[in-house]
């Protein structure tokens, strides 16, 4: 997955529903923490900062 594509699943899985241990599980990439930690690791935290904040605009643009 890109890094862009992450960050979609970083934001679907975080707006989703919590399991029992409030915790948001993406069903293959795990859990959110895992995602946003692969994406820094990728492309270093500003640059994963930017693609969240992207992806969190077109998410809501779509529930809009």
Request: charged share 20%.
């Amino acid at each position: 997955m890109t890094p862009q594509e992450l960050a979609q699943a970083y934001v679907r899985t975080i707006n989703g529903a919590a399991n029992g241990w409030g915790q948001h599980v993406h069903q293959t990439l795990g859990r959110s923490e895992f995602i946003l930690l692969r994406i820094i690791r990728e492309v270093g935290q500003e640059e994963c900062d930017r693609l969240i904040n992207k992806a969190f605009r077109n998410y809501h643009q779509v529930l809009s």
